[in-house]
């Protein structure tokens, strides 16, 4: 059975994703500045993710999980041009593809 959701609960849902969304691109932008890259690019993919639920769930439609293709999907559908402009090469392909940068354990980037 379908649960019917008021047009407030949305609301609500929209703004908290907006307003979590813009707390991971700050932190994700405080830890890409002092150097903490494998840290900043998993807070920069959860700010992502949850502006792109934020508009998914704005058009009534929910999508569970991680950024997955039907996020990618659902925002190709409500705008094919904000799609088109992503790098989706950016986002993770699955759990624990986090090994983004190959000199993390390095000198440079100490693990």
């Known amino acids: 059975m379908k649960r019917s959701v008021s047009k407030n609960q949305i609301v609500t849902?929209?703004?908290t994703f907006l307003n979590l969304g813009f707390k991971d691109?700050?932190?994700a932008r405080v830890l890409l500045n002092i150097g903490l890259c494998l840290q900043g690019v998993i807070l920069a993919s959860t700010c992502i993710e949850k502006h792109f639920k934020a508009i998914i769930t704005f058009r009534g439609n929910t999508c569970d999980g991680h950024l997955r293709a039907g996020h990618l999907k659902a925002i190709n559908n409500y705008?094919?041009?904000l799609y088109a402009s992503l790098n989706v090469e950016?986002?993770?392909k699955s759990p624990g593809s986090f090994k983004l940068i190959p000199q993390?354990?390095?000198k440079e980037f100490p693990s």
């Open 13 to 15: 849902k929209v703004i």
């Open 25 to 27: 691109y700050v932190a």
């Open 79 to 81: 705008d094919s041009k």
């Open 90 to 92: 950016f986002q993770p």
């Open 104 to 106: 993390l354990g390095s």
